[in-house]
Structure formats: C-alpha cells, structure tokens
C-alpha cells in the first residue's frame, strides 16, 4: 500500500528518507503528516514504512503514537519521522531574539513548556490548554521513547533545525506506565541474589533516558573510567547534582529499608551489569550494593582498573565482612574530604 501527502520536502530530507527506507529500492511506504493516534491507527496492517513529516512535539500522546505506529508495522518495518530537541528549540530562540529579549524569554519558555508538563497536577491544565502542541523534549527523550516503544535506533540527522530519526521495529512496545518525570525516581538495580531492586536518586538525566543505556553506550563508548563519553542523557543540573552528590541523597531510604549497606560495590542497571565478566557478576551479587563504593578507596584510572578494585573488595568483605568495610570507608572518606577526589 503506497499513500502520500503533497508536501514540499528539500533534498537533505529527501535524501534521508529514501536513504533509510525498508526497501530503498520499492515505493512501498506511507507518508503522512499528522499528530493524530487515529490517523495512523486507521492505516493498513503489515505495512513495511512509515514516514510522518509532523514533529512529535505536536503530539498529545506521544507513546500512544509511536505505539499505534509500532503496531501497523511488520518485524523490521522502518519508522521515519521527525522532533526539535530542546537544544533546536534554544537556537531557535536565540536566532528569533535579540540578546536581552532572549535572556527575558528564555527561563519562561523553559518553566512553561520543560516544567509545567512535569508536574504531577499542573500538567493536566497544561495539556487541557495547549493540547500537548509544540512540547519540549530532549535529544535523549525522544529517542528514549523510541526505544521503550519497540524500536531500534537506525539512524539520527540534524536537518533544518529539527532530528530526524529512522528506526526499526524489533520487538512489541514495553507499555511501561511506570516512567517518571518527577525530581525523584527509581532505577532498576541489581541486589544481593539477583533480586532487582528499586533505588531512589534524584534526577539528573532526561526522561526515558534509562532506555538508551545500551544505544548511547555503543554509539559514544566507554570513557576509560567506565562511564559513558560525552553522555547526552545528563542534564546540566544534573551535571552540578552529581559532582555534589546531591543526588545520591534519596539512596539514603534504601540504606533504611535494608536494600543497600553504608559501604559496598555499587548497585548496577541490567544492562551495565551485563557487561561484566560472570566471575565478577558472581561475586556481586553475593552481598548488598552499597552507597560508599571501593572506587572512592582505591581510586581507579581505567574499566580495567575498576574490575580489579571491586573483585579485590569483594574477596575480602566475604572472608572478614567488618573490618572489610570499616578500613575501606575511612579510607574513602580520607580520599573524599582530605583529597578531594571525585568520581568526575
């Protein structure tokens, strides 16, 4: 089924489109521009692409609409479609304005379209007012959403001032209702036995950011520390949070609730878990994630280095659990308050 829509597209996108289709060599697709569920709910089943020119931020239910897109696709069908980020929209205002209007605009742009449609009350008359048109979401958001809808990330491009991304179904979508936008959330973490906890911290990444763990790790690598390069998911005041510890703060209710212990290796996502050998992963989950990690102790430079300093930790808190975690937390703590060290 081919449908299309007259609607003038530049070459650049043009190119993107044709570039990222299932099959670059068939017109089989749909083009559509609209931000309506129904819209697409209304299309043909099985359909290999789908192409929406509407920005996201146009879309009420944004979920719904990847959802309903996810579900006229066949396995492997390629979704294309378009958002601006907030750093788009940032330049955009920047371009629109002269200097001191922009620095007047700028907060009241981010408090009525970035934070009021977080807010548990508020954004039901936010969204009742404006219907959800022309909403903020971040780089990491957006592809976030993508991701916990049953997408793969294909391809991202900058193009006029909006991303324009292209993606393949792989699996049906997650219908997580549990995603929070609020300042405090919980992570899904790895404990002692493998139980999967849930761990409290203060926000300082964009929503749906936890989705993007495994993409954004094999697009920008990991730093020698361990830590995910140039992370995109990070917002700036979560850069200030971390360096603070301010947001390991709410972690403190799970030291009350017994799921973590004041010093032990950290409680890691499924994913970075993952990515250790099996020995070690073996090891970790043989006591309790802890708040304090041996990092702060031993001070490692690589991942390599990391490994060494918790499998060392570990060996040692089984056979003398005590005084394991007494030596290890004063020595954190002299290297936290007389050296300054952070974990950067």
Known sequence: MTTSQSESI???????????????????????????????????????????????NNTRRVNKF???????????GVYIGCAETNVDRKEKLSRKYQNIIYQLIRPIDFIYKRVIPKLP?????????????NRVMSKAEILGRLISCGFKIENIRTISGRIYFSASKVKKPTFDTDVSYGPIFKMRRIGKDKKIISVFKFRTMHPYAEYLQEYITEENKLHDSGKIANDYRITSWGRVFRKM???????????????????GV???????????????????????????????????????????SEERYLNSYLKR????????FFKACYNII?????SG
Not at 66 to 76: C, D, H, R, T
Not at 122 to 130: C, G, N
Not at 245 to 263: S, T
Not at 321 to 328: A, E, L, N, Q, R
């Open 121 to 133: 009350l508020i954004k039901k008359v936010y969204f009742a007012i404006t219907n959800g048109h």
């Open 66 to 76: 990847i959802e309903a897109v996810n579900q006229k696709l066949i396995m492997g």
């Open 245 to 263: 510890w301010i947001d390991e703060l709410p972690m403190l209710i799970n030291w009350v609730k017994g799921d973590l212990k004041l010093f």
């Open 321 to 328: 659990p005590y005084s394991t975690d007494v030596k290890y």
């Open 10 to 56: 530049n070459s650049e996108i043009s190119d993107f489109i044709n570039g990222n289709c299932f099959n670059k060599n068939s017109c089989e697709h749909i083009i559509l521009k609209t931000s309506v569920v129904f819209n697409i709910q209304v299309q043909g089943d099985n359909e290999k692409c789908i192409i929406n020119l509407s920005r996201l």
């Open 266 to 308: 950290r409680p890691l996502s499924q994913s970075y878990f993952n990515r250790y050998p099996i020995n070690l992963q073996e090891l970790r989950t043989k006591t309790k994630p802890g708040l304090v990690p041996p990092y702060y102790a031993d001070l490692p430079k690589s991942w390599e280095e990391i490994l060494d």
């Open 338 to 342: 007389i050296k300054g060290k952070r």
